[in-house]
């Protein structure tokens, strides 16, 4: 079943007097059950994603448009705000990637959780059996996460706590309200490996009890290959590739994918150490000054005049790409 | 002969009120390492177990408590304070953070060759010309204010900084940490460019074990401020010795092979 | 950039062009910085423009109205005072007298201030904290009761409450000038000098001090309308201004017998304090929120 389906998402901002496309048509299908990892540098606009998705936009200096965005056959553009905060709040929860800053510091860890636990999903009850109910889900939370000794957790307060800690108890957080879908905002950003790996772990094994699906934005390759189920690249607000993983990773057809797997040494067990990495040359363009057509096009190896034209997403096998010139095509 | 030579070095955090006696609060080392000319020394851990006040320790910013640095077989101390400027220079993990928003690069760039070298005027402004080259950038790039450079090109100016006075190790707390995949690929190099042309040793704080394991020819691995284990990179890549070593590989395999199927 | 650029050109204003821009925005602060443009033309040139001595007395033109009353004459544009002193010059050397004063306090006070504030946040342990404290709880006091204090002690007289509002204003730039270094000292960019082999002094000089000047021109501002405050209430009080001083303060204080019989002698050297104080405090806020808009566009 198909979860979010969001297609031609455009959002426009206004820098200088002027309208940039900071999202251009972007494409996003997640199934149920899914984890879908959405991947993009700096500046390629995973985080505004994020937030049209949830309408933490305000609606002043943004405008958005899209052809569609149904949540479960839902229109999300069309519906009121309110409804929209209804469903935001039941059914999707966000993990945000520095947890220090997304926590209350003066209230203690025990009553935040507790706040977000959705009183209308727990069985009837009287009020005053509420706050028992409350307690018995708070540990199971945080049993389901790892954290053992909760009795002494719940009482502390967020800065007494070690970040990779915090970050469990944010998905403890986000699991409160049993969601349809998390949305981990580069949870793993500035985590050391062995950190790293256990929130990862316990995300997977969120989405295999629980079937929820996950969308994690990163642009951490490694972490991202060893839990997704597909893949979407992102580069300066256009979607560059989509499609499952392995797949993927196998046999990319934009040359930003290509260049993106390449750049992580540890994909590549063949290189000899302290050869040099193979990479894009220049940077990442600016709002102020981003090139028409496509996005990539002074960077791309393989670019050439029909690039300033953007290209339209084509399909093979369920793999989605945008180029005039992919790789791996002469051959096919 | 070694470039550099670090012997039993040691640090002790205290904390001293005025009616209580002193107490330690971290204490670091003793630690050892040597380093040829053109090698790669990598230091990883977890956070809080000293990397960044080694490094510190190494570039004078920390003065060691006891144990020392040799450096082309002359033991440094803060009476060489010049020379070690000359000689031993930091990259910081922030490029962002490292760089006046006031003064232009030049400026930036130039501020180390006043203080540190008889250069003239004339001589100064080729030099910063040539190492503006010498990392990727423009000669136009000098009239450069902060705020009007990407990421990468922070990081290069930073290069630039480190390198213009041509020093013989360079130090750098996690140089590559915040930059984004096609950046940082650059980046190392940039790096490894530089240090196979100028024979630059370099020693570096890392996370990203996929990194480490291309770019260093030694590794150092700490926890709670003692170096559990060192050796060269594939050694302690396929037989770790220590638990804690053992764990981080492991994991970092597992992550590598690891892929959904 | 709305027009059309053909060649796509990077334009990139240094922090102090940014600054400009920002503030250009705040029209009413620009409104306010061609008032206070005005007021140092006057400064500069009232000698020229004036029609009179300050202190001529016409002794048969007393308490002449200003020229759009019926009794008033082209002569005297703005009238005269009960000695018989014009009083559009009085009001130009005035303003030259109190503005011109200010600033000069002002400057002085930011190099004595700036100095002992980057001593106090480039040093450690009781000494820093000795500066900091003590005059911290100076600042606690308002400006204008210490200055009182101090005339008391030295004497009425202008020069003397110079003295006065300078020592007054000191503590306000030395505690700015502290918190903005030890805030700095925390930065990598001056770890990265320091690594570079820099002394303190070349630390402050050649660093810091070139991120500092926007900081210290809207403290400037604010000491600005202080001390024009400070000065003119003074005069007012007769403890600063003395005789026949053309001081806009004083000459409030002066107009003051004559008040129900000639209004216009304390209205115009008060309107003309009140516009000073207006643009001063306009250009300051305009500067503020320019500057607070940069850092947040950089």
């Known amino acids: 079943m198909i979860l979010l389906d969001v297609k031609n998402l455009t959002l426009e901002l206004e820098l200088a007097g002027e309208w940039v496309k900071a999202l251009d048509k972007i494409n996003l299908v997640i199934n149920q059950g899914q984890i879908h990892a959405l991947v993009g540098e700096s500046g390629s606009g995973k985080s505004l994603i994020v937030k049209a998705i949830v309408g933490a936009l305000p609606n002043k200096r943004w405008k958005i448009t899209a052809d569609r965005m ?11 705000v309110q409804k929209r905060r209804e469903i935001v709040k039941s059914d999707i929860s966000v993990i945000f990637q520095n947890p220090i800053n997304s926590l209350d510091p003066l209230l203690n860890l025990g009553d935040q959780l507790k706040q977000s636990i959705n009183i209308a999903a727990l069985p009837k009850h009287l009020f005053w059996q509420r706050n028992q109910y409350k307690n018995r889900r708070v540990e199971e939370l945080l049993h389901r996460v790892g954290i053992k000794n909760h009795e002494r957790f719940l009482k502390t307060y967020p800065h007494q706590i070690p970040s990779n800690l915090l970050q469990k108890f944010m998905v403890a957080m986000a699991l409160a309200s049993d969601p349809k879908l998390i949305i981990a ?68 057809y934009h040359p ?52 300033v034209v953007t290209p339209s997403p084509r399909k093979i ?11 791996h095509w002469a051959g096919r | 002969m070694d470039l550099i030579n670090v012997e039993n070095i ?64 002359l033991a440094l101390s803060t009476a060489h304070h010049k020379q070690k400027c000359h000689d031993i220079r930091m990259i910081f993990q922030n490029s962002t953070g490292s760089l006046n928003p006031g003064i232009t690069v030049g400026a930036m760039l130039e501020e180390p060759l006043i203080l540190n070298t008889e250069l003239n005027v004339q001589e100064r402004l080729s030099k910063i010309d040539n190492t503006l080259r010498l990392v990727g950038l423009l000669d136009d790039h000098k009239f450069f204010y902060r705020h009007m450079l990407s990421d990468g090109q922070k990081q290069r100016v930073a290069l630039a900084k480190a390198l213009i006075l041509d020093p013989k190790v360079i130090v750098a707390d996690e140089p590559f940490a915040a930059l984004d995949p096609s950046v940082r690929s650059q980046t190392v190099n940039l790096l490894m460019g530089l240090q196979r042309d100028l024979g630059l040793g370099f020693i570096f704080i890392s996370h990203n074990l996929g990194i480490v394991r291309h770019v260093a020819d030694k590794i150092l691995v700490m926890e709670n401020g003692a170096v559990i284990e060192s050796g060269k990179t594939d050694v302690i890549f396929n037989w770790p010795k220590e638990d804690y070593t053992k764990r981080l590989i492991e994991t970092h395999q597992q992550l590598v092979n690891s892929q959904y199927n | 950039m709305a027009q059309f650029n053909l060649y796509q050109e990077e334009y990139h204003p240094s922090p102090w062009q940014y600054t400009w821009i920002a503030f250009k925005e705040n029209h009413i602060a620009v409104v306010g910085l061609f008032c206070l443009l005005f007021f140092v033309f006057i400064t500069l040139f009232s000698p020229i423009i004036a029609p009179f001595d300050p202190t001529y007395q016409t002794t048969g033109d007393l308490l002449i109205p200003p020229a759009w009353f019926d009794n008033g004459g082209i002569s005297h544009l703005l009238g005269t005072d ?51 404290h003590t005059l911290d709880s100076i600042k606690a006091i308002p400006t204008l009761l210490i200055a009182i204090i101090i005339v008391a002690i030295l004497g009425t007289g202008l020069v003397n409450s110079m003295w006065a509002i300078m020592l007054a204003l000191i503590p306000q730039f030395v505690h700015q000038t502290r918190e903005f270094i030890s805030n700095e000292m925390q930065k990598e960019y001056v770890m990265a000098s320091k690594l570079d082999g820099a002394s303190n002094i070349q630390l402050f000089f050649r660093t810091i001090l070139p991120n500092m000047g926007e900081v210290l021109v809207v403290q400037c501002t604010l000491a600005l309308s202080i001390s024009v405050l400070d000065i003119s209430a ?26 129900y019989l000639a209004p216009w002698t304390i209205a115009i050297p008060g309107g003309a304090i009140f516009l000073m104080m207006i643009s001063i405090n306009l250009v300051g806020d305009g500067l503020r929120s320019a500057l607070r808009n940069r850092l947040l566009h950089s």
């Open chain 3, 234 to 259: 003074l005069g007012f009080l007769n403890l600063g201004a003395q005789g026949s001083l053309p001081e806009l303060g004083h000459m409030l204080s002066e107009g003051i017998e004559v008040a």
């Open chain 3, 82 to 132: 009960a000695l018989g002193r014009d009083m559009l010059s009085r009001v130009l050397y005035g303003c030259r007298m109190t503005f011109g004063i200010s600033v000069l306090l002002v400057l002085l006070t930011m190099l004595i201030g700036v100095g002992i504030g980057a001593v106090a946040g480039m040093s450690k342990g009781f000494r820093s904290s000795f500066v900091n």
């Open chain 1, 317 to 327: 096998h369920g793999h989605y790409y945008s180029c005039h010139y992919p790789l």
């Open chain 1, 70 to 80: 149904n949540w479960r056959g839902q229109d999300l553009l069309s519906m009121s």
């Open chain 1, 256 to 307: 930003y994918t290509q260049a993106l797997l390449d750049s992580a040494p540890s994909f590549r067990k063949d290189l000899p150490p302290k050869s040099p990495l193979t990479t894009l040359a220049g940077t990442i363009p600016t709002l102020h000054h981003l090139p028409i057509g496509c996005r990539l096009g002074p960077r791309c190896p393989r670019a050439r005049k029909e690039c």
């Open chain 2, 10 to 73: 040691r640090f002790e955090d205290k904390i001293s009120r005025l009616f209580t006696p002193a107490r330690t609060v971290f204490s670091l080392g003793p630690v050892n390492f040597d380093l040829q000319a053109g090698e790669t020394l990598a230091i990883i851990g977890d956070n809080g177990s000293g990397k960044s006040l080694l490094a510190k320790l190494l570039v004078g910013l920390e003065t060691p408590s006891s144990g020392k640095i040799l450096l082309n077989g």
């Open chain 1, 185 to 252: 905002d580069d949870p793993t950003r500035g985590m050391e490996v062995t950190s790293k790996a256990q929130i990862l772990r316990l995300l997977s094994r969120v989405n295999q009890v629980k079937d929820t699906s996950i969308l994690f934005v990163s642009h951490d390759l490694l972490a991202i290959s060893s839990m997704s189920h597909c893949m979407t690249v992102l580069y300066s607000g256009q979607t560059v590739e989509t499609g499952e993983l392995q797949q993927l990773r196998k046999r990319a």
